[in-house]
């Protein structure tokens, strides 16, 4: 009887960058046994956090592509490393662009190839015009479909393909141990930070993209700062509207408010740091930082843009963005001044289906029970 090898799969991840999708597929794949799947990573040349000795550690490996702006290059970089590492699995997360590797995946004879959709559009973003036309041939290529909850399913591959039972939803996978809540932690990393126990510490991490709305968020800090003499902010991240961000701070002069530490990977004492989080977006999928901080114990203010399957313990607060940032500002002070006992969510994040080690587990299976549909 032959050795029973592990599943092939090939996770496409565009740009590897900081952010919520690096943490999805890490953490799916930090919790797969590596004896029943082998994970090889497909990323852009010119992402900026490929962990590269943290997956080979753990026996994946990294294949680096040309970046899809180039996208012929791209489609042939792809089409290079399936012909070399005969792939069984292809799954793709870029949500409308995972059209482009799964065209290159059937081609090459990947027998089973998965389109995620983990996020939606705004028609407030520039991108919107281009993510509804390719989301036209989001069926297209693919045999199996997901996503990260039920908005982005329905969004992205149809109600009609959604009420069928065709599109299965994965919920955005967290370490729940790793961000439960930690008053030591948290102690620590406000001294370190010179933040006072009676002082709001209000804070975002993430991308400074059109998506994230990051003007709008500054300008619910600065009145957020106007309006609580004891509100400080913590500012994480890095993107096209960093130096925005930084002139907007400069020109309203509450820089001497906010922290700015530039991007980081050490974010878990930054949670614990936090008050609250703010998340102004103008759509997300299931957005990775809203589930960690809320496992924390941090409020968690959304815009009404965001599904309210990203709220899973009560500390979830949505605001829509046509209030205004003055209203948040006021919504935030007064929700962080209820004095309320912080504790841990990570039994209620667990119950909730957030979980990145029982997600993990259903996905190895659902991989397994996917090849063996398509007779392999």
């Avoid at 012929?72 to 699995?89: G, I, L, P, T």
């Avoid at 700062?225 to 960093?242: Q, R, V």
């Avoid at 007064?334 to 667990?350: F, L, P, W």
């Avoid at 080690?357 to 659902?366: G, K, P, S, V």
């Amino acid at each position: 009887m032959g050795e029973i090898r592990p599943i092939k799969v090939a996770f496409i991840e565009g740009k590897m960058n900081s952010g919520g999708k690096k943490t999805l597929s890490m953490q799916y794949f930090l919790n797969f046994d590596p004896e029943k799947v082998e994970v090889h990573f497909i990323c852009d040349s010119d992402s900026n956090a490929v962990p590269t000795e943290e997956i080979e550690a753990r026996g994946g490996r990294v294949h680096i592509i040309a970046p899809y702006q180039n996208i012929a290059k791209n489609m042939s970089d792809m089409a290079d490393v399936f012909k070399r590492e005969h792939f069984d699995v292809l799954h793709a997360y870029n949500s409308t662009m995972n059209l482009f590797p799964l065209r290159v995946a059937k081609k090459c004879g990947i027998p089973v190839r998965i389109s995620e959709s983990l996020s939606m559009a705004n028609e407030r973003e520039p991108k919107t015009v281009l993510k509804l036309i390719l989301r036209r041939f989001s069926k297209l290529f693919a045999t199996h479909y997901m996503s990260c909850g039920e908005d982005c399913g329905r969004w992205q591959f149809g109600d009609a393909l959604f009420d069928a039972g065709k599109v299965s939803v994965f919920k955005t996978a967290i370490d729940s141990r790793k961000n439960s809540f930690d008053p030591v932690l948290r102690a620590r990393t406000r001294t370190e930070l010179g933040v006072a126990d009676d002082e709001l510490l209000a804070g975002f991490i993430g991308r400074f993209a059109a998506q994230k709305n990051p003007m709008f968020l500054m300008e619910v800090v600065g009145e957020l700062c106007k309006l609580n003499p004891k509100a400080k902010f913590l500012l994480i991240g890095d993107g096209e509207y960093k130096e925005q961000i930084l002139t907007y701070m400069d020109a309203n002069s509450f820089t001497d408010r906010v922290m700015y530490l530039g991007r980081r990977e050490d974010i878990v004492g930054f949670y614990q740091a936090m008050d609250c989080f703010l998340l102004p977006s103008l759509y997300e999928g299931l957005p990775v930082v809203g589930l960690e901080a809320q496992c924390a114990g941090a409020e968690v203010f959304f815009s009404s843009e965001i599904t309210t399957e990203a709220s899973f313990c009560g500390q979830g607060h949505f605001i829509s963005l046509t209030d205004g940032a003055k209203k948040w500002a006021e919504e935030i002070n007064v929700v962080c001044s209820r004095g309320k006992e912080r504790t841990s969510r990570t039994d209620e994040c667990i119950a909730s289906g957030f979980d990145s080690r029982a997600e993990a587990f259903r996905l190895q299976d659902y991989y397994a029970n996917a090849l063996a549909e398509m007779g392999r």
